[in-house]
């Protein structure tokens, strides 16, 4: 503790106590994400300019201090938890946005909302794409370091896919920078995709160039109700094999459907309550659009028991209300979450809804799911109530066959919220020791101290076992 103490005072003489903050409140208040596992830091560093990210590492990897990097919290599995105490280096006064009109580029430092991100580009007539539901929230360094996914990933991509070239600071404090502003890169290494989900641990992103696309000309939205969740699950590899690929496919079993639905106080569709349901949208040229439509609808017809077109925007939004209430919803269903954004192949979408109708019953707990069936990415949640210990058990034991479960079906335990505290326990059934070996020895490489971001990953955390804040954030259960 001595030593950072003594790192602190040294900070302070060089960046000043506005930017570096030892107060309890601002302590307490980067202490936690939406993972709500307070671990208290020696202070926090709100940076204004990037070279000031420079100087804390610097300092930081002399006096052997753990750095934790922050945008908005919003990270769902305590990426951003500063675990090992140390410093927080928030990020959210480096937020400029400056979009190439010709190249369709966004610039953008790593503090900039990803909603505003997406306005700017809008406003000249590009799209970019990725939008996590917390886009109005969550930085783009955050999704960044998550590879953060969204709605859209089954068509366009993820952030990965986004990214041109970053700059930043390894944790020595020496600035570097992995790619140019060019559709075109081939000069060594490419390790700027290293940092791309590497959730803060070999380096902090101060800035980025994304790429953007042209805006779609049109959008069309449709949902869609069936007589179960197979029915469902089916009727979607159907429409993927007629090669017609929507913006958006979102699927909501039957318990999310029955959240949504007593939330909003409406039915989805009037005699089929609490049906299974897709909501789907296509997006891309008018001509593009006006084709796919047609065959949506003619695939609607053979496979959905009803479904419903919007025929304007405010339409298109009252059918996104079933979507967007859902998560919150289902805490009527228990008072905590294990929220596990899994990752299932299309060819084993109709076994793991069989796993799971088996996993309900056999725990006897709540399991409402929901996602982006366009990529496979599902949104498991097993609902508890943490004071029944019977219930943390059983939670506990089906998060075990959950992981278990995908990763046997050819899946992935994560599809865009990383590792962080809440995944570690189950790093080594997606990965073999080779592979755990290989991810250790580039951290080894890059961070020789170890002071970035220490405790995650690699190291087991037991969630369940920690109690939560009984605090609501902003951005909780969108």
Not at 14 to 19: A, E, F, K, P, Y
Not at 190 to 195: A, I, S, V
Not at 301 to 306: F, G, L, Q
């Amino acid at each position: 503790m001595a030593s950072v103490t003594v790192a602190t005072a040294a900070l302070k003489r060089r960046l000043g106590s506005r930017v570096v903050k030892t107060d309890e409140a601002s302590r307490r208040e980067a202490s936690f994400d939406s993972a709500k596992i307070p671990f208290v830091p020696a202070a926090v560093i709100k940076v204004r300019r990037e070279a000031d990210v420079g100087v804390v590492l610097e300092l930081a990897n002399k006096h052997r201090v753990p750095v934790t990097t922050r945008g908005r919290g919003t990270t769902l599995t305590g990426a951003a938890t500063p675990v090992k105490g140390g410093w927080v280096v928030d990020m959210l006064g480096l937020n400029t946005i400056a979009i190439d009109r010709d190249a369709g580029m966004a610039h953008v430092q790593t503090g900039a909302k990803v909603g505003d991100i997406q306005e700017a580009a809008a406003a000249v007539g590009w799209f970019y794409p990725p939008d996590p539901s917390s886009k109005e929230y969550c930085t783009i360094g955050g999704n960044i370091a998550c590879n953060a996914g969204g709605m859209h990933g089954g068509k366009y991509g993820v952030t990965r896919d986004f990214v041109i070239s970053l700059r930043g600071y390894l944790p020595t404090g020496e600035a570097v920078q992995w790619g140019t502003a060019t559709k075109k890169f081939s000069a060594g290494f490419n390790l700027r995709d290293l940092w791309i989900g590497s959730e803060g641990m070999l380096g902090i992103i101060t800035g980025a160039v994304l790429k953007l696309i042209p805006a779609p000309a049109e959008r069309w939205t449709l949902l869609t109700s069936f007589r179960d969740e197979t029915a469902a699950l089916e009727a979607a590899l159907a429409l993927f094999r007629s090669r017609v690929q929507p913006a958006i496919c979102e699927f909501l079993d039957r318990e999310s459907v029955l959240c949504a639905e007593r939330a909003t106080g409406k039915v989805v569709f009037a005699g089929q309550s609490g049906r299974p349901v897709l909501l789907l949208e296509l997006a891309g040229s008018k001509a593009e659009v006006r084709e796919q439509r047609a065959t949506m609808l003619a695939w609607a017809a053979e496979h959905a028991t009803a479904h419903r077109v919007a025929r304007n925007r405010a339409e298109a939004e009252e059918l996104w209300a079933v979507r967007r209430k859902c998560s919150g919803a289902m805490f009527e269903l228990g008072d905590s979450k294990l929220n596990e954004d899994i990752v299932v192949p299309m060819k084993n979408y109709v076994a793991f809804a069989k796993f799971l109708k088996r996993l309900k019953r056999e725990s006897g707990l709540h399991i409402p799911t929901f996602g982006h069936l366009a990529d496979g990415n599902l949104h498991v949640n097993i609902m508890y109530h943490r004071e029944n210990p019977k219930e943390r058990r059983a939670a506990e034991a089906a998060v075990q066959q959950l992981m278990k479960t995908v990763v046997a079906l050819g899946g992935a335990i994560s599809g865009e919220h990383g590792i962080g505290l809440a995944k570690s326990p189950f790093l080594r059934i997606q990965h073999s020791p080779a592979q755990v070996r290989a991810m250790r020895a580039v951290k080894d490489a890059l961070d020789p101290n170890g002071i970035l971001n220490p405790g995650k990953m690699f190291d087991v955390f037991q969630v369940w076992k920690h109690p939560r804040l009984a605090i609501k954030l902003p951005w909780d259960h969108k």
